[in-house]
């Protein structure tokens, strides 16, 4: 069954910093790779698909990277809104597998 | 615009089912796959199973094969999850999430329903 590893698992940053999520899959996954925002009590919103195409209405701060088994999301100048969870997900093969999402990263305020 | 709405919180007790629904509207119904996820307290997101609004077909992670069922009604463009036999491991909020059927990147959400399962 594939994986896909985040980490770091907390990342503390001080807000106007910059961030740097990683997600590494244990198969290629191509570029079929998906990042999402949690933000406590709420739904996970969409933020980049084929992994670096960003959503609609997402903040051009945010930017992703990678293709294969490596996958990077970079957040240029944190504001205090993009404290929360970040997860990634790979969708290369069917059928969709129950760890599809990688395990989180926490990003919080230094 | 696109909106999931799913029904309300639940508590049940241990050996129970649950039945939650996903009503969609602001796009075809017809045209997206619908997805369930859950997220137990304090942990991440897993994926239980997938139906596709068209023709009714199914697949469930093998976790939850046999304990699942998934169902819908186009005529309301609602999406049903029935969970049975349930135990205090079930405890987590649900969410049916939209994909494309190409592309199983999913980029809209219901709000989440809180199943709580006690003895």
């Known amino acids: 069954e594939k994986l896909l590893t985040q980490s770091p698992a907390t990342l503390s940053v001080s807000q106007g910093e910059g961030a740097t999520l990683s997600c590494r899959a244990s198969q290629n996954v191509n570029t079929n790779l998906a990042w999402y925002q949690q933000k406590p009590g709420q739904a996970p919103r969409l933020l980049i698909y084929?992994?670096?195409t960003r959503a609609t209405g997402v903040p051009a701060r945010f930017s992703g990277s990678g293709s294969g088994t490596e996958f990077t999301l970079t957040i240029r100048s944190v504001q205090s809104e993009d404290f929360a969870v970040y997860y990634c997900q790979e969708y290369n093969d069917w059928p969709p597998s129950r760890r599809t999402f990688g395990q989180g990263t926490k990003l919080e305020i230094k | 615009q696109v909106q999931l709405v799913q029904s309300g919180a639940e508590v049940k007790k241990s050996g129970a089912s649950v039945k939650v629904s996903c009503k969609a509207s602001g796009y075809d119904f017809t045209s997206y796959y619908m997805h369930w996820v859950r997220q137990a307290p304090g942990q991440g997101l897993e994926w239980m199973g997938i139906i596709n609004p068209s023709g009714g077909s199914v697949h469930f992670a093998q976790k939850f094969q046999g304990r699942v069922t998934l169902t819908r009604d186009t005529a309301t463009s609602t999406v049903y999850m029935d969970l049975s036999s349930l135990t205090s491991e079930d405890t987590a909020v649900y969410y049916c999430?939209?994909?494309?059927?190409?592309?199983?990147?999913?980029?809209?959400w219901g709000q989440g329903t809180l199943v709580t399962v006690s003895s």
């Open positions: 999430a939209r994909t494309t059927s190409g592309n199983y990147y999913f980029d809209y």
């Open positions: 084929r992994a670096s």
